[in-house]
């Protein structure tokens, strides 16, 4: 059974830092691209990032380029993703996806409120 | 970056009879390598997003087989065959041909 699992997600203030992870488990995690997708409150569904299956290739929505990044640990089965100079419109839920040409199976997600 | 578009906003459905969700993409979905990269989602209620067709009318594993997807191009379509009461919840396109990756905005289908 394919399980993923979010955590790291909190309080944080304008301009602060968070690093979410991702535990995989189910699946050989090693040969899945992975992506995270968020939604914020009371809104739609909106792709952040993605991340090839050996981490050589990796892909950003333009409001988060350059403040987030996006990592794989494979010998861990675990996804990243740091993400630093927060802004109050990043607040929402942040989803890992397990990706097979699009996103497969989802993680109950992990909320981030970015307010000081 | 490709837009979708999904209509109608929402969907009030009596129990037993059929639903249509269209989405329209700003290009054509369809690769070199002979997919189309469109993918519907249901959310219901207080849960995490979850996959109903791949590659337009493919069902993904355990999806009943009253949902069938169709559309080619930049049209598709989701049809409910017969709508049952599991069924509510936000039903999004999404497109994974080039990112960023894009969703269609959502429609909610509610139980008449």
Known sequence: EVQLLESGGGLEQPG??????????????????????RQAPGKGLEWVSSISDVGDGTYYRESVKGRFTISRDNSKQTLYLQMSSLRAEDTAVYYCAKVSGGPEYWGQGTLVTVSS | EIVMTQTPLSLSVTPGQPASISCESTQSLLYSDGKTYLYWYVQKP????????????????????????SG???????????????????????????????FGGGTKVEIK
């Open chain 2, 72 to 102: 080619s191009g930049t049209y598709f379509t989701l049809k409910i065959s017969r709508v049952e009461a599991e069924d509510v919840g936000v039903y999004y396109c999404m497109q994974t041909l080039q990112p960023p990756h894009t």
């Open chain 1, 16 to 37: 602060g830092s968070l690093r979410l992870s991702c535990a995989a488990s189910g699946f050989t995690f090693s040969s899945y691209a992975m992506s995270w997708v």
């Open chain 2, 46 to 69: 207080g849960q995490s997003p979850q996959l109903l067709m791949y590659e337009v009318s493919n069902r993904f594993s355990g999806v009943p087989d009253r949902f069938s997807g």
